[in-house]
């Protein structure tokens, strides 16, 4: 099993900027790819960012895209996800998410969550 534990989300002003956490434990061996998704009152959870474990690749929403930078720190096992020129239409909760394979059975994990709300 992995954990994964969000942490960053926060009230802040349109414009401004956050940083989310996410630190992976327990059984991380195997894990490919790391992400993050939202999901907004009365909307489906969609797809932020993601990154490979080696940290070489990384894909953004077009949403997102030259405002957030996902990141890792392999020697804390954390996911970053630094967001900048936050929007209202930015408010979501938004999850980490691990991608694993673990001989040859592919796993997914999620974490709890972490609101982040952008309104003035």
């Known amino acids: 099993q992995v954990q994964l534990v969000e942490s960053g989300g926060d009230l802040v002003q349109p414009g401004g900027s956050l940083r989310l956490s996410c630190a992976a434990s327990g059984s991380i061996f195997g894990i490919y790819r790391m992400g993050w998704y939202r999901q907004a009152p009365g909307k489906e959870r969609e797809f932020v960012a993601r990154?490979?474990?080696?940290?070489?690749?990384?894909s953004y929403a077009t949403s997102v895209k030259g405002r957030c930078t996902i990141s890792r720190d392999n020697a804390k096992n954390t996911v970053y996800l630094q967001m900048n020129g936050l929007k209202p239409e930015d408010t979501a909760v938004y999850y980490c998410?691990?991608?694993?394979?673990?001989?040859?059975?592919?796993?997914?994990?999620w974490g709890q969550g972490t609101q982040v709300t952008v309104s003035s």
């Open positions: 998410n691990a991608n694993r394979n673990w001989l040859g059975i592919l796993q997914e994990y």
């Open positions: 990154i490979s474990w080696s940290g070489d690749s990384t």
